[in-house]
């Protein structure tokens, strides 16, 4: 018969060459041959469930690996949208800062502006008192003149009047 090193074949071909050996043993009453063929039949019904478990653990492996990834994947996102938060967060801020400054700046030329319309409008206001100082000053001038004719106009006159009263 068949000696214990001879390869059989597995798989569904080898159950039905152990199938037809246990057959043709029974039949032929070799028990041997029989026992050989239900001893295939195990060979093969073990090589298919090692293949089924290889193959489950080969799937859940794939997924152990899928779901890694998707986890790493994941990880990387939230780390993305940290970091984009982070940097809206920091343009924000920028923008807040320049805008400030530009109000300062706003604020600043804003005060500069005033502050040369009051020059400007203290100078104007001293110049029209100048002007009304000198017109006053220019009025007196004239007053006095005139005072000083109608003093001479009336030293003649009284002169005329009362020769002898001179001094």
Known sequence: MNEPNEKTAGGVVGKVAGTAKEVAGEVLDD???????????????????????????????????????????????????????????????????RADGAEAEREAQQKIQEAEELRRLGENEADQIERRAEAERRKLANEAVELEREAARERIEAERVDPEERP
């Open 31 to 97: 028990k041997d041959l029989a026992r050989e063929g239900r001893l295939q039949q195990e060979q093969s019904e073990q090589q298919r469930e090692a293949a089924e478990a290889a193959e489950k653990a080969r799937r859940e492996d794939a997924e152990a690996r899928i779901a890694e990834e998707r986890a790493e994947t994941e990880a990387e996102r939230e780390e993305l949208r940290i970091d984009v938060q982070e940097e809206d967060s920091e343009r924000r801020h920028e923008e807040e800062r």
